[in-house]
């Protein structure tokens, strides 16, 4: 698979791309190399896969590193985003994984192919797509897995690996008690693991554990490392004034209340948000806590908003965000420092 990586690489035209969204996580990664590798003797398209992430930032996601490293794949042999022409040649066509609407550099693409498992945004309305809802696929790689392979016994083993660490790692170890995954994921593994380095439960298990580690350890970044660890951009159309609202959204593994009493936080928040000229920066947490009998996972938001961003309508957002109690979303405050300029 290296060795086809560094082909793709080295291609002086690259018009067919295959690319994860932009946060750049494993399950975007393996989703776009395993697409572009499965496809190379059924396609005449020479599909490359991209990672939507700047050449600089990979050392972000060690979990990433670390699955590449197993899989025998060099991380010089990836195109990043950052890699490509800007505008792309105008008969660029895109293959989406793991998101189906079309951002940035590949906006004005064609869009040719979609496998997802996120709300359909319904864009693109001439791509091929397979589009799961969040609860029928807790990753796109295993989408891609019970689409894409129908004969598990000639899979490669390092295909397999790739599939199969990105799924562990979006639903959890498929824990059954977390409720990420989904009958769609089983499916996967069941066609994944017998070709894998962990056909053994026991042995997924612990693999799981060792990139679940990897990816919770951010004590050496900095708060912008942390922000651009996970970074998605949203646009959003006022509802009655003709603008549009620049929403920045980081994820991170580390509790918000911790993190936000650091020294900077704030500042470092507010310099992050009007570099891309945001009006707001939510960060996403989700972490897991020792629980009776199983970890529970704990989900928290931080909503900021730059002194320049859309300060007065935020405590009106954050009022009615508070104020949503169903089965998905329960919100209590957090015990979080408050910010001495702009809002959260």
């Not at 494993?26 to 396609?43: E, G």
């Not at 609860?135 to 598990?152: F, N, Q």
Request: charged share 20%.
């Amino acid at each position: 698979m290296d060795a086809f990586l560094a082909k793709r690489q080295a291609q002086a035209s690259r018009t067919h791309l295959v690319v994860g969204n932009e946060a750049g996580d494993l399950d975007s990664v393996a989703c776009a190399i395993a697409y572009a590798y499965l496809h190379q003797a059924s396609d005449d398209a020479q599909w490359v896969p991209i990672v939507q992430t700047p050449r600089a930032d990979l050392v972000l996601r060690p979990e990433n590193l670390r699955v590449l490293a197993h899989c025998g794949i060099d991380p010089a042999h990836l195109c990043c985003v950052d890699e490509l022409p800007q505008p792309l040649p105008a008969s660029t066509c895109v293959v989406l994984v793991d998101h189906n609407r079309a951002t940035g550099l590949f906006r004005d693409a064609k869009v040719v192919r979609i496998l997802d498992h996120h709300n359909d945004e319904c864009a693109h309305g001439d791509a091929q797509r397979t589009v799961y809802m969040p609860g029928d696929a807790g990753s796109c790689a295993s989408v891609l897995t019970t689409h894409l392979l129908e004969r598990p016994e000639a899979v490669d083993r390092a295909v397999a690996d790739l599939l199969y660490s990105a799924i562990l790692v979006d639903t959890l170890g498929l824990s059954a008690h977390v409720g990420k995954a989904q009958k769609c994921d089983y499916a996967a593994r069941d066609l994944l693991a017998p070709a894998s380095s962990w056909a053994d439960e026991a042995a997924a298990h612990a693999w799981h554990d060792t990139l679940q580690h990897a990816k919770n350890d951010v004590s050496h970044l900095t708060t912008s490392e942390k922000l651009r660890r996970d970074y998605k951009a949203i646009e959003c159309a006022a509802r009655n004034a003709p603008r549009t609202w620049h929403i920045g959204t980081a994820s991170t593994t580390e509790p918000v209340p911790a993190w936000s009493h650091t020294p900077r936080f704030y500042a470092d928040l507010d310099a992050f948000a009007r570099a891309r000229s945001l009006h707001a920066l939510l960060i996403l947490a989700s972490y897991e806590v020792p629980g009776d009998e199983h970890p529970a996972l704990v989900r928290e938001v931080l909503f900021y908003v730059p002194e320049t961003g859309i300060t007065s309508g935020a405590p009106a957002l954050a009022e009615a965000l508070a104020a949503t109690h169903t089965h998905h979303v329960d919100l209590v405050p957090l015990d979080a420092a408050a910010p001495s300029q702009g809002w959260a």
